[in-house]
């Protein structure tokens, strides 16, 4: 006997995607700071079966109990510094951060961490953009010497661009 249903499908995405098979990793790299979206596969990095043993306790509670607030919300991480003089003195604390404000402004999304960085370093030469991570550490780069320094990080690192295909 053929029969009709009716059913309400809802696909809410996890707060950091368990795929992205289809996707180039996305990275925004500023005064060395290499900045990404925290991902599934970035997790993998500490061991496909045991990540959330050996990943920073924060990075696994967001990927296991965090909740999604908008549908173009990202958890950007500083994934790495590069070394150069304009980010002497950051310290390895700052490596796989949270990143949780620029200047005072909530982070929404790695795009919005870009359009944040070119307005306030276009704003002004003596300017400087305060990085803020979630465990309320901050980094203070000048505008003007990360502007300088970003051709030499990139050519040191054989890096062909500073950001991603779609954040240029």
């Avoid at 790299?29 to 596969?41: D, H, P």
């Avoid at 704003?123 to 970003?150: H, L, P, W, Y």
């Amino acid at each position: 006997e053929e029969i009709t249903l009716t059913s309400s499908l809802c696909y809410i995405p996890a707060l950091v995607p368990y795929h992205s098979h289809d996707k180039r990793p996305e990275y925004l790299i500023y005064a060395g700071i290499v900045f990404t979206v925290l991902t599934r596969f970035y997790l993998y990095e500490w061991g496909d079966n045991d990540w959330a043993q050996k990943a920073p306790e924060n990075l696994v509670n967001l990927a296991c109990n965090g909740k999604l607030q908008e549908l173009t919300q990202q958890i950007v991480i500083m994934d790495q510094i590069l070394s150069d003089d304009v980010n002497h003195g950051i310290t390895s604390d700052a490596i796989d951060a949270v990143l949780k404000t620029v200047n005072g402004i909530k982070i929404k999304n790695i795009k919005h961490l870009a359009e944040l960085i070119d307005e306030i370093s276009n704003k002004e030469d003596n300017g400087f953009i305060r990085f803020e991570t979630e465990s309320e550490e901050f980094i203070v780069i000048q505008c003007n010497e990360a502007k300088q320094s970003e051709e030499r990080i990139l050519k040191q690192n054989s890096i062909a661009h500073a950001r991603s295909e779609h954040l240029r």
